[in-house]
């Protein structure tokens, strides 16, 4: 677990989202560290999806100011991947008929300088830039347990390893942080257990998380600090124990407590944010 003396990846300050009338996220303060994996929850509708699109580029801010490493992140999503933020969507996007090697190998070519010129003429250097992007690619999916799925379609693959595979191919372009939308949405209890296993492992090899979810048994056990949103605001962040029992988060979203246990969130389903 990293402490709050550890260096910010990401600095959201004053983040707010406004779509005509409608304000979907208001004034948002957030700080992700160093080895630190946050969650973030809510109830449907609350603006956690629209903040996350916010961070990545998706979404221009209304008012307010993302910061990675101190660098102020530009309104562009693949400017935001250069600069070392990956992130998965709550609904998975693969390419259906590509393998799971071309599909992380999509993810390499942010890390790759060679040129439309030298794929051309496919000269030394890139070849080895090819060689070199196939090695990584095949170390993740050792690391996702997808190295004797390489060949097959994406579409094929059972659905928990749809959701790795979009892991791996996230992490092909090297993040410095992760940012993962609802990654248990769908899985059965034990695919749960394997994903909180790999969040674990991508935080001990040097990448920080900050993960949407529904389930609060996945989210209390695996973060080292947790942030909710209500209704586009924050309404309170802290670690899972002061999280959980809080009393306005439990008015807000959860339920009643569950004494020396933490508790039962609902079951995962569509986000409503816009």
Do not use: W
Request: charged fraction near 25%; hydrophobic fraction near 40%; aromatic fraction near 4%.
């Amino acid at each position: 677990m990293t402490t709050t003396t550890a260096a910010p990846v990401l600095t959201a300050t004053g983040v707010t989202m406004r779509f005509g009338g409608l304000t979907a996220v208001r004034a948002v303060d957030l700080t992700v560290r160093e080895g630190q994996i946050v969650g973030l929850i809510g109830p449907n509708g609350a603006g956690k999806t629209t903040f996350f699109n916010c961070l990545t580029g998706l979404y221009t801010p209304t008012e307010g100011t993302v910061t990675y490493r101190d660098t102020v992140l530009p309104p562009k999503p693949h400017l935001v991947t250069q600069a070392g933020i990956a992130r998965t969507f709550q609904n998975i996007r693969l390419f259906a008929n590509m393998t799971v090697l071309e599909n992380v190998l999509v993810g390499r070519h942010t890390r790759t300088k060679e040129g439309l010129l030298s794929a051309l003429l496919r000269g030394p250097a890139f070849r080895h830039a090819e060689k070199a992007s196939e090695e990584r690619a095949m170390e993740l999916l050792e690391f996702t347990g997808l190295a004797v799925k390489r060949d097959h379609l994406a579409r094929n693959l059972p659905y928990g390893e749809q959701r790795r595979l979009e892991i791996a191919r996230a992490l092909a372009s090297d993040p410095g942080l992760l940012l993962l939308d609802e990654p248990t949405a769908g899985m059965n209890p034990q695919e749960t257990r394997d994903t909180e296993r790999l969040v674990l492992a991508i935080r001990d090899q040097g990448t920080a998380v900050l993960v949407i979810e529904h389930d609060m048994r996945f989210i209390f056990n695996l973060c080292d600090h947790v942030a909710v949103l209500v209704q586009g605001e924050k309404l309170v962040e802290g670690t899972p124990e002061t999280v959980q029992r809080d009393e306005r988060v439990i008015a807000a979203y959860l339920g009643t407590p569950i004494e020396g246990a933490p508790i039962e969130g609902a079951p995962a389903e569509e986000e409503t944010d816009r």
